[in-house]
């Protein structure tokens, strides 16, 4: 009986070492130049991505959770809709260039309007931009810009800087997998940082993704993105970019956020 179950304990040991993810990069090769040169090749360029994620937002003011689904087009064309949502009205988003529409069937009222003036709003309610939150989601965090060098390490990760007028941001790579794992966002423009961490793993077009990313700001909002699929340059429809406004909807315009 001891060695059946010994035996059973080996041949689980020799399982796990033997299906575990194998680095990328042997330790050898492992320079800042390498990991992020590999770093890059594990990111997915795109013209089109369609997902559906569940969504959690928790801020002082907001608290929604449901699944949504998201399409965007390069060009600046995006929607979005919630399938299930709770703690807000159903609604119905399109976003193209500098101009977001937003439609609520259930009172038959729409906003139209720039950015800015939506994230000044009580509905939006929460520190970071809708733009930057959008780029979390698709993927464009920034490390493939030119400017970007090593700052430094730590136990698992070379760390990376980067630089504009807006955002500061570091980047933690893993320098086995080639994985970001976290990374640093300072907004220099409204003093506002948000720490962003990605989890759970999965190989999707021979790169790995996060599953889950999580985001933290100094406001005390916390933001979970979990990913439950993922389709990158298909053919999207075009009525998926449509947002189709009753003629007799009312307009309305969203008073700002009491400060």
Same mark, same amino acid.
């Given at each position: 009986?001891?060695?059946?179950?010994?035996?059973?304990?080996?041949?689980?040991?020799?399982? +796990?070492?033997?299906?575990?993810?194998?680095?990328? +990069?042997?330790?050898? $090769?492992?320079?800042?130049?390498?990991?992020?040169?590999?770093?890059? /090749? &594990?990111? !997915? @360029?795109?013209?089109?991505?369609?997902? !559906?994620?569940?969504?959690?937002?928790?801020?002082?003011?907001?608290?929604?959770?449901?699944?949504?689904?998201?399409?965007?087009?390069?060009?600046?064309?995006?929607?979005?809709?919630?399938?299930?949502? *709770?703690?807000? &009205?159903?609604? /119905?988003?399109?976003?193209?260039?500098?101009?977001?529409?937003?439609?609520?069937?259930?009172? &038959?009222?729409?906003?139209?309007? &720039?950015?800015?003036?939506?994230? #000044?709003?009580?509905? *939006?309610?929460?520190?970071?931009?809708?733009?930057?939150?959008?780029?979390?989601?698709?993927? =464009?965090?920034?490390?493939? @810009?030119?400017?970007?060098?090593?700052?430094?390490?730590?136990?698992?990760?070379?760390?990376?800087?980067?630089?504009?007028?807006? *955002? +500061?941001?570091?980047?933690?790579?893993?320098?086995?997998?080639?994985?970001?794992?976290?990374?640093?966002?300072?907004?220099?423009? *409204?003093?506002?940082?948000?720490?962003? $961490?990605?989890?759970?793993?999965?190989?999707?077009?021979?790169?790995?993704?996060?599953?889950?990313?999580? !985001?933290?700001?100094?406001?005390?909002?916390?933001?979970?993105?979990?990913?439950?699929?993922?389709?990158?340059?298909?053919? +999207?429809? $075009?009525?998926?970019?449509?947002?189709? !406004?009753?003629?007799?909807? =009312?307009?309305?315009?969203? $008073?700002? #956020?009491? #400060?």
């Amino acid at each position: 009986m001891f060695k059946l179950i010994f035996s059973s304990f080996i041949l689980s040991i020799f399982l +796990i070492i033997n299906c575990a993810p194998k680095p990328k +990069i042997l330790p050898e $090769e492992r320079t800042p130049q390498n990991v992020l040169k590999c770093a890059l /090749r &594990n990111q !997915i @360029e795109f013209e089109t991505f369609a997902c !559906i994620m569940n969504l959690k937002l928790k801020g002082t003011k907001t608290k929604f959770s449901g699944t949504v689904e998201f399409f965007y087009k390069s060009s600046d064309l995006f929607s979005f809709y919630p399938r299930s949502f *709770w703690g807000a &009205n159903a609604f /119905r988003a399109k976003g193209e260039d500098d101009t977001l529409t937003i439609y609520f069937p259930n009172d &038959n009222e729409y906003y139209i309007g &720039n950015f800015f003036d939506f994230e #000044k709003s009580a509905l *939006w309610g929460l520190k970071i931009d809708l733009r930057t939150f959008l780029e979390i989601i698709t993927g =464009k965090d920034g490390i493939g @810009e030119e400017d970007v060098r090593y700052t430094g390490q730590d136990k698992n990760s070379f760390i990376y800087e980067s630089e504009n007028e807006r *955002w +500061i941001k570091r980047y933690w790579v893993d320098f086995g997998r080639c994985r970001v794992t976290k990374s640093l966002w300072t907004d220099k423009k *409204w003093d506002e940082a948000y720490q962003i $961490e990605y989890k759970n793993f999965a190989k999707l077009k021979e790169v790995e993704l996060a599953r889950i990313v999580k !985001i933290k700001s100094n406001a005390k909002e916390n933001i979970q993105i979990k990913f439950i699929e993922r389709k990158f340059d298909l053919p +999207i429809p $075009e009525k998926k970019f449509q947002l189709k !406004i009753p003629p007799d909807a =009312k307009r309305v315009v969203f $008073e700002p #956020k009491q #400060k």
